[in-house]
Structure formats: structure tokens, C-alpha cells
């Protein structure tokens, strides 16, 4: 006998996604200007709720950088070896320190031609030269070696370094009491010693300039960007522990179906492995993918299949749920558990974040959104007179030649969007290659985001964005609701994107 279907859709409610709602302006005692758009994610602060994906179009080190110092945090993609994503989260460690605490030094024995190659390898303009037992004995800065001759190249650092009246720091020095000493000296690098005069840190001019330039960037105590990176189910283990090494903040297990055995094994196993890093664990889009990824010790939540906009899980498989009903059921069932979601997928614009929170996320990653900047990887198209970038999805065909091929044609748990099931060594596409609008710098466009955020808490009364997740009201719209929504009736002259 046939068994009959599962009847439950048709006693349910309608799933949404962002264009089927609106905001409701409610009363309104704040300011855009004033309302904080700082959010929590498991311990770690970001004063701009923003992740950026883990795409090959999207995240490298250069793109992860800028987000941080904007306030918000990217996730290294995956495609590309364990060495390398290792070295594009120390490239993003070492952009920026409060203070070094492990600074490249140079023995006193070392030439000139050395020290050149070591700064210039790291890209700093100075090292501190120390002896055998860690005893700082100068100083090498670019300003000492701007005129050497060729021959001079190959005479040892201490014929050229500062080592008379070194001015250094005890351990425990503080970035305000640091800026005093290199302003009062007026050098750049300020080496701090213990007792015994070991080098135990270096705090430079540079960094702190960073740190004044942007305040509100996402830092680790020791006052390096903060970052993440994904990993999937396959090789989860050695990948998480080269980027644990490298100094990572976040892991994401980044699949197309976290609800699946693979994914929550794996979730377990890094969480018990490196119970200090933060976890982040999907996708999913129900109550029981939730739990099932909390029990399994996700100390946050990815919610979206089959939103994204380079997407064609819906289409191939037949699967998914529109994201704003996936948004919350997702964070509904979180909340029980003192969780955070993050949405993930399907937002373009700043209305789509503002609406993401009123349904119950905590962050918002974006991929579309932020493959146009210069940041991102790939060249620049000009494809009809107009500026492109190149974006495409993790499970599209190009994605998943060459070295993707092995790690996303794993099997269906692989990556978001990762094709279906192995048929055969077949593999079946889940995502398309395409192009986004150029959007310029990275700063620029995260200013516009955070901008739309700010007024659409403004009409929503939310001084901040707890508040804008539990006293929002959220209308449906229909189709002729969404047309007035747009420009209409009206030839669009102006280029830009809302
Ligand atoms: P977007 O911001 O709407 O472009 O969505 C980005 C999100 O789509 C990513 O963070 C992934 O969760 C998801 N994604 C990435 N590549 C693919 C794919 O090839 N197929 C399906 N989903 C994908």
C-alpha cells in the first residue's frame, strides 16, 4: 500500500522572504545618528553586524581586513589549500596589533642583505636585533640603512643599528602610557623588555595610527583584527587545527545542510577539540537544525538554504525555505537556547539587514553584497559600459574545477550549495557564476549599509538592535505592494543601487 504524504504543509502557514514584508513605522524617539548598531556574537563584539562570506569571490585577507577595521568580521573562504588559508589568516593577525607580542627579530651576526629580505618579507620597517638568550641589542630601522652602498650589505646589523640609549618599556606597558614614550622620543618602535632585558613586545607608531583611524574595528584582546574562516566536513580536523595555529577567532562549518550527520559530528569534534574558539554551525533553516547544531555545542547558528542570490539549490534540488521564516523559526528556536543566528544569504540591500533583525538575527553575512568592492578578489570587467566584478556561487561548476573539486564534490554535506549527491563521479551544480555591479572601496559601501540600518531602526523606534529584533512590527505585502515599493512610474536616471 501507498503511504500517504505528510500533510502538514497544507494545515501551515506561508513561508516569507524579505519582499514580502515591510517594516512598520512605529513611534520613534531616536535619532539614526544615535542608535547603536553594535551586536554580540558568542563573546566576540562587532560594532557593525556584518560577516562577510566565505566565497572565493568574496573573502581573502584583503576583504577580511577592511571589514574588521569597518567593525564587522570576514570569513576566509575554503577553497584554496590548508597552508594557504593558515597563512591569509596570519596575513589578517599581523595587519594590525595593539602590541606584538611575538615581534620578527634578528641576531647581532645577521647582515644587512638579511635584515632587508625579513623586513621587507613582512612588509615592517624595522627589527629589533636580540642575542642568543632573547637580550634585545638594538634596533634596525629602514631610516638606518636608507643609504647603505652595496657593499655595506653584507656587514652585520650592529655596524648600522641604534643600540645607544635604546629607548624600551617593561612588560605591561599601556597603549596610552606607549604613546607618550614615542612621542616624548620621537621614534616609531617602542621594544618592551623584562627584567632580565629579554624582548618580550614591540609597540609601533603605525599600529596605533590604525587604531585611531578606526576605533570601532572587531579586535582580539591583543589588539589584532579579529577573523574567521571556514571549514567543511572532509578535512575539517587538519584545516581547524592549522587555522587554530594561525590564530583564528571564528571557525564556521560551512555546508549546504548542517541538519545532516556529517556536519554535526564535525561540530562536535572542533568544539570539543578548541572549546575557546567560537563556532558557527549550518546551514539550516528549522527548530530541529537549530537544536541539533546547539546540542552538538555551535556556540552560534548560520540560518539559510538556498537564498543566496548565486543559488540554484531551490531550482536543482527542490529544496530550501524562504529565508525570512527561516530567520525566524531559526532564532525563535535559538533564543530558547541562548543562541545567536546569523542570516545567511538572500540580502541585497540595507531594507533586507533591517528586516533580518526585525525576524530575530543576531548578525547578517553577505555575499552579493560585498563581491563588488575593491577588496574582493578578481579583476574588474567592463562588460556594456559599466564596471563588474565577478561573483559566483561555491557549488558552480567553475568553483568546483581544480582544487574545489576535492573539496566540495565530497558528497552533498560539503559546502553550501555544494552540488547534490556524487552520482557516479557526476556532480551536480548548485550555484551560478556571474557578475556584480563595481562597488568601489569597502569602507564606502559598508557606510551606505550601516547608513540604511540606522534609518530603518529610526522608523522602527529601536535605539538598538535588541530592540529592533523584539518590538519591530512587520506588515506582508502584496505583489502590488512590492511594485510601490520601487521607483515606479518613472525612467531611472541615476546609476545608483538602493
Ligand atoms: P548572497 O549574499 O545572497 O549572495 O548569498 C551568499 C550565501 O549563499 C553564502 O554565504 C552561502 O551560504 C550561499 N552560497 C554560496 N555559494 C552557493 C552556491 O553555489 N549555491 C547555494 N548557495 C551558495
Redo the contacts with the bound molecule.
Keep these: 500500500m501507498l503511504s500517504l504524504p505528510n500533510t502538514e504543509l497544507f494545515a501551515g502557514r506561508d513561508a516569507l522572504t524579505f519582499d514580502d514584508v515591510l517594516v512598520v513605522p512605529g513611534w520613534s524617539e531616536v535619532l539614526p545618528s544615535e542608535v547603536s548598531t553594535s551586536t554580540t556574537i558568542a563573546g566576540i563584539d562587532l560594532r557593525l553586524p556584518l560577516l562577510s562570506?566565505?566565497?572565493d569571490t568574496v573573502t581573502e585577507a584583503p576583504l577580511a581586513i577592511s571589514l574588521a577595521r569597518e567593525g564587522g568580521i570576514g570569513i576566509l573562504h575554503r577553497n584554496m589549500t590548508i597552508l594557504e588559508q593558515a597563512a591569509q589568516v596570519d596575513r589578517v593577525k599581523r595587519s594590525q596589533a595593539g602590541m606584538i607580542t611575538a615581534p620578527v627579530s634578528l641576531s647581532p651576526n645577521a647582515t644587512l642583505a638579511d635584515a632587508e629580505a625579513l623586513m621587507s618579507r613582512h612588509s615592517i620597517s624595522g627589527v629589533p636585533i636580540t642575542d642568543d638568550d632573547e637580550r634585545l641589542v638594538g634596533i634596525l630601522t629602514n631610516r638606518d640603512i636608507r643609504f647603505c652602498t652595496e657593499a655595506e650589505y653584507h656587514r652585520p646589523v650592529t655596524d648600522f643599528m641604534t643600540s645607544r640609549n635604546l629607548v624600551t618599556a617593561p612588560v605591561g606597558t599601556s597603549l596610552e602610557d606607549a604613546v607618550h614614550i614615542l612621542h616624548e622620543h620621537r621614534i616609531e618602535k617602542l621594544p618592551l623588555v623584562d627584567a632580565q632585558g629579554r624582548l618580550r613586545g614591540l609597540i609601533t607608531v603605525k599600529d596605533i595610527t590604525k587604531r585611531v583611524q578606526k576605533p570601532h574595528a572587531t579586535l582580539d584582546p591583543e589588539g589584532r583584527l579579529r577573523v574567521g574562516a571556514a571549514i567543511g566536513v572532509n578535512d575539517a580536523m587538519e584545516r581547524a587545527e592549522a587555522l587554530a595555529h594561525a590564530g583564528v577567532d571564528v571557525l564556521v562549518i560551512?555546508t549546504?545542510h548542517g541538519h545532516s550527520r556529517g556536519v554535526i559530528d564535525t561540530v562536535a569534534d572542533v568544539k570539543q577539540k578548541w572549546p575557546e574558539i567560537v563556532v558557527i554551525g549550518?546551514?539550516v533553516v528549522t527548530r530541529e537544525g537549530v537544536q541539533a547544531l546547539v546540542s552538538a555545542g555551535a556556540d552560534v547558528v548560520?540560518v539559510?538554504v538556498?537564498?543566496?542570490?548565486?543559488?540554484?539549490?531551490r531550482i536543482v534540488a527542490g529544496a530550501g525555505m524562504p529565508q525570512l521564516t527561516a530567520i525566524y523559526e531559526c532564532a525563535t528556536a535559538a533564543a530558547d537556547l541562548g543562541v545567536p543566528v546569523i542570516a545567511?544569504?538572500?540580502?541585497?540591500t540595507s531594507g533586507d539587514i533591517v528586516k533580518a533583525f526585525a525576524a530575530g538575527a543576531a548578525a547578517v553575512?553577505?555575499?552579493?553584497?560585498l563581491?563588488g568592492v575593491d577588496e574582493a578578489p578578481g579583476d574588474l570587467e567592463l562588460v556594456d559600459g559599466s564596471m563588474w566584478k565577478t561573483?559566483?556561487?561555491?557549488?558552480?561548476a567553475g568553483?568546483m574545477k581544480g582544487r574545489a573539486a576535492d573539496r566540495y564534490a565530497g558528497g552533498q554535506m560539503g559546502?553550501?550549495?555544494?552540488g547534490g549527491p556524487d552520482h557516479g563521479g557526476k556532480h551536480v551544480?548548485?550555484?551560478?557564476e556571474a557578475r556584480v555591479r563595481y562597488a568601489g572601496a569597502l569602507s564606502k559601501l559598508v557606510s551606505q549599509l550601516a547608513g540604511g540600518l540606522r534609518s530603518g531602526m529610526g522608523y522602527a523606534g529601536a535605539g538598538n538592535l535588541d530592540e529592533l529584533r523584539t518590538a519591530t512590527r512587520l506588515v506582508r505585502v502584496t505583489g502590488a505592494g512590492l511594485r510601490e515599493s520601487h521607483p515606479h512610474d518613472v525612467q531611472v536616471v541615476t546609476d545608483s543601487q538602493w
Excluded: F, W
Design positions: 562570506a566565505a566565497m560551512d549546504a549550518g546551514n548560520k539559510g538556498g537564498a543566496g542570490s548565486i543559488c540554484t539549490t545567511d544569504g538572500g540580502i541585497v553575512m553577505l555575499g552579493n553584497a563581491a561573483y559566483r556561487g561555491m557549488g558552480s568553483a559546502a553550501p550549495g555544494a551544480p548548485e550555484g551560478v
